[in-house]
């Protein structure tokens, strides 16, 4: 049985003191509702990782970075790599999100080094693709998705495949409170799991978890995560707030 996920993408949101409190509301209100059979994630800003994985160590939540370098070190001012990372206890990492694709020109090529650091350091990985609202427009999402999964992942060998979480996010439904349909999330991730079928059989393809992101909220998610190839959410805007992201965790 594949798991069940729901992963709060903080972005370049909360300092230090907010970062705690958050995690820290988190992490009580996800022992109260006594969450079983899904995992909980959070993913602050790079400075505030150390902190709130310390934080959290003892509670059910785990904690992942939204980006890494591909280079194990050097002359990369500003980043930030795989080892360094786990070197203060992060062991997740979320990869080629649309806002690292658009605003920071990541490439599926940059994204499949950086798929292959991570693993060579056993870090799990969310990763993350989409398309965007002309593609959805002219009917072309799928082509799409299928290339930037394609590019960066179909590369691996099945066992390393297989420890991937993949994140469906419709570029258009990011921030902008336009949701995907129940129904247009579950076709796409319908075909995407028919696309990894193709690729690796249906066991492995029944395997992995799919995750929705885009203006994810309480008042969807349950209809949402109803579907059948929908295993959880990728959150943003909603993760910023602990009461909303519990809901959020509990609409399984
Ligand atoms: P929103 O939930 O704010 O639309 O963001 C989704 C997202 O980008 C998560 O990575």
């Known amino acids: 049985m594949r798991k069940n996920i729901v992963a709060g993408n903080w972005k370049m949101n909360n300092d230090l003191e907010a970062s705690l409190k958050l995690a820290k509301q988190v992490a009580k209100k996800v022992k109260k509702a006594d969450v ?6 959070i993913a602050p800003t790079f400075v505030n990782l150390e902190r709130v994985a310390r934080a959290t ?6 904690v992942a970075a939204q980006n890494m370098h591909f280079a194990e070190s050097g002359a990369f001012t500003g980043e930030v790599s795989a080892q360094m990372l786990k070197s203060v206890g992060v062991k997740t990492v979320i990869l080629g999100h649309s806002e690292r694709r658009e605003y920071f020109g ?11 650091a991570a693993l060579a350091n056993n870090m799990k990985i969310i990763f993350c693709f989409g398309e965007v609202l002309e593609d959805r427009k002219s009917g072309n ?14 590369h691996l060998e099945v066992d390393a495949f297989k420890s991937i979480v993949l994140a469906y996010e419709p570029v258009w439904a990011i921030g902008t409170g336009e949701t995907a349909t ?8 319908a075909f995407i799991r028919k696309t990894l079928t193709d690729k690796y059989g249906a066991e492995v393809a029944e395997s992995i978890s799919i995750l929705y992101g885009g203006s994810c909220k309480p008042n969807n998610a349950k209809e949402i995560f109803s579907k059948k190839d929908v295993d959880g959410g990728l959150i943003g805007g909603a993760a910023l707030n602990a009461d ?8 399984f």
């Open 36 to 41: 079983k059979g899904t995992k909980v994630i």
């Open 244 to 251: 909303d992201f519990l809901a959020i965790v509990t609409a």
């Open 57 to 62: 160590k003892k509670s059910k939540v785990k």
């Open 141 to 154: 999402q799928e082509a799409i998705v299928e290339s930037q999964i394609k590019n960066a992942l179909f």
């Open 182 to 189: 129940p129904d247009q999330a579950q076709d796409m991730h």
């Open 106 to 116: 990541e490439t599926d090529e940059m994204l499949a080094k950086k798929v292959d």
